[in-house]
């Protein structure tokens, strides 16, 4: 079984709000930076947002102000709330938990399956 699993991938128009989650299974992630990453066709996959264990977060610049991370360590769960969306947000979203509190995907040990997320315009 993959170590995160996320939420089935939706579609919404532009402007719109979806929220992702991931639940985490056969590890405890609330020692765990936990991240959120995308890829778009013919892109390599960014880093998105990230929380760390303190619940800080960390968002690349083209989500500020849009996206909000979050997490639930009782549920071994996070989300990450996506609003006012546009069509340059349509990826595969991914979760992933690591040991640094880093946009870097590298950093990250455990990943989600990855779900999509189509914005129309």
């Known amino acids: 079984q993959v170590p995160l699993v996320e939420s089935v991938g939706i579609s919404e128009s532009s402007g719109g709000s979806i929220t992702l989650s991931c639940t985490g299974f056969?590890?405890?992630?609330?020692?765990?930076?936990l991240g959120w990453f995308r890829q778009s066709p013919g892109k390599e996959r960014e880093g998105v947002a990230i929380?760390?264990?303190?619940?800080?977060?960390t968002y690349a610049d083209f989500v500020k102000g849009r996206f909000t991370a979050s997490r639930d360590n009782a549920k071994n769960t996070f989300y990450l709330q996506m609003d006012n969306l546009s069509p340059e947000d349509t990826a595969t979203y991914y979760c992933?938990?690591?040991?640094?509190?880093?946009?870097?995907?590298?950093?990250?040990?455990?990943w989600g399956q990855g779900t999509q997320v189509t914005v129309s315009s």
């Open positions: 992933a938990a690591g040991n640094y509190d880093s946009l870097n995907q590298y950093l990250y040990t455990h």
């Open positions: 056969g590890y405890t992630y609330s020692p765990y930076c």
């Open positions: 929380i760390d264990s303190g619940v800080r977060t």
